[in-house]
């Protein structure tokens, strides 16, 4: 029952973007303070998406580690739902929302940046953040390692 190196990445994916989050709601923006907050930004919620998305798959991963071999049917009944969500979700929600946000962004940022991303917002979120929400997320998407079980 030894860890595979995708499972140990899943981890540590899920807490990057966990460190993300906390990161994001800690920075103190006016836009924070009006109708909607976070919840306005397409890209606030890609990042829930995903980190609720790398959730599952390591509560999958730990679930397929510990019923392996146990040859209880109701435990591997549950497994397979668990596992038919992960694959929803990455086929639904994570996946075309993750693409569509990094792609819509790269692409007007190349065009005009103040129209995204605006040099004043480099006083709010620090370069790391933003190419992590933006260029990584894209990576993450492509890797093949992420979609098997």
Same mark, same amino acid.
């Given at each position: 029952m030894? +860890?595979? !190196?995708?499972?140990? $990445?899943?981890?540590a %994916? =899920? +807490?990057? &973007?966990?460190?993300? =989050?906390?990161n &994001?709601k800690a *920075?103190?923006?006016p836009?924070?303070?009006?109708y /909607?907050?976070?919840?306005? @930004? +397409?890209?606030? %919620?890609?990042?829930?998406?995903?980190a609720?998305f #790398?959730?599952?798959?390591?509560l999958?991963?730990?679930s397929?580690?510990?019923t392996? /071999?146990?040859?209880?049917?109701e435990q591997?009944?549950? $497994?397979?739902k =668990? *596992?038919s969500l992960?694959?929803w979700m $990455?086929?639904? +929600?994570? #996946? !075309?929302?993750?693409?569509f946000?990094?792609?819509? @962004?790269? *692409?007007i940022y190349?065009?005009?940046?103040?129209? *995204?991303?605006p040099k =004043?917002?480099d006083n709010?979120i !620090? /370069?790391?953040l933003?190419? /992590?929400?933006?260029?990584?997320?894209?990576?993450? $998407?492509?890797d093949p390692? @992420?979609?098997?079980s």
């Open positions: 030894a +860890l595979v !190196p995708c499972q140990v $990445l899943r981890v %994916i =899920l +807490l990057s &973007y966990c460190s993300i =989050l906390c &994001y *920075i103190e923006m836009s924070h303070q009006t /909607g907050g976070s919840w306005k @930004f +397409l890209t606030f %919620i890609d990042l829930v998406i995903q609720v #790398f959730g599952i798959c390591v999958t991963d730990l397929s580690l510990l392996r /071999g146990s040859g209880n049917q591997e009944r549950q $497994l397979k =668990l *596992i992960r694959d $990455l086929a639904v +929600l994570a #996946f !075309p929302v993750g693409v946000v990094v792609a819509v @962004f790269w *692409i190349a065009y005009d940046r103040e129209m *995204i991303y =004043l917002l709010f !620090p /370069g790391w933003n190419h /992590g929400m933006y260029s990584v997320d894209s990576v993450r $998407l492509s390692d @992420f979609r098997e």
